[in-house]
């Protein structure tokens, strides 16, 4: 007689949506996240003071994923082909392998950040689709909008591996 093993929990799912930006590019930046697990919402926003569009899109997934207490299966909903293209297509685990090189002249972009997500896709069951910005999704919308309070507010943190990069 087969064991059938009902003691395995399946993951809870968990739907996120989110969104960064910069006022310029590179400029004043921030993220938004919205949770989504059954009724269950919680929204999650940061500023910097300098930073580029691309680490916050990154941030807003990490910020996201940071968020969840247990293991989860996660959809990441971002408008960042960027985003979502590292992951999905194995760029990212790609550039890692490579000591953050994305080919024998290049540099990797942002390694502090990739290394931080990818750390955390290993730990949660985590999936990244695109969708369209600014086309109507609810809570693609929301996510866009905290991120962008989130930008022009007072006391905006220091992205500080940014600005070791920089002249400020």
Not at 11 to 36: H, M, Q, R, S
């Amino acid at each position: 007689m087969e064991k059938s093993n009902t003691n395995i929990k399946t993951p809870p799912e968990v739907k996120i949506y989110t969104d960064g930006g910069c006022l310029n590019n590179p400029g004043p930046g921030g993220f938004g996240a919205i949770l989504l697990y059954g009724n269950h919402r919680r929204e999650l926003s940061g500023g910097f003071r300098l930073t580029t569009n691309n680490r916050m899109e990154i941030l807003a997934a990490i910020k996201g994923l940071e968020a969840l207490k247990e293991r989860c299966r996660a959809t990441i909903y971002s408008d960042s082909q960027y985003v979502v293209n590292a992951i999905e297509k194995g760029w990212a685990l790609r550039w890692q392998s490579n000591g953050w090189r994305r080919n024998r002249k290049e540099k990797a972009i942002n390694p502090d950040l990739w290394e931080r997500l990818l750390s955390l896709c290993d730990r949660h069951e985590v999936r990244f689709q695109w969708i369209r910005g600014h086309a109507g999704t609810e809570e693609n919308e929301r996510a866009d909008q905290i991120a962008k309070e989130a930008s022009t507010g007072e006391d905006l943190e220091i992205d500080e591996v940014y600005e070791k990069t920089v002249d400020v």
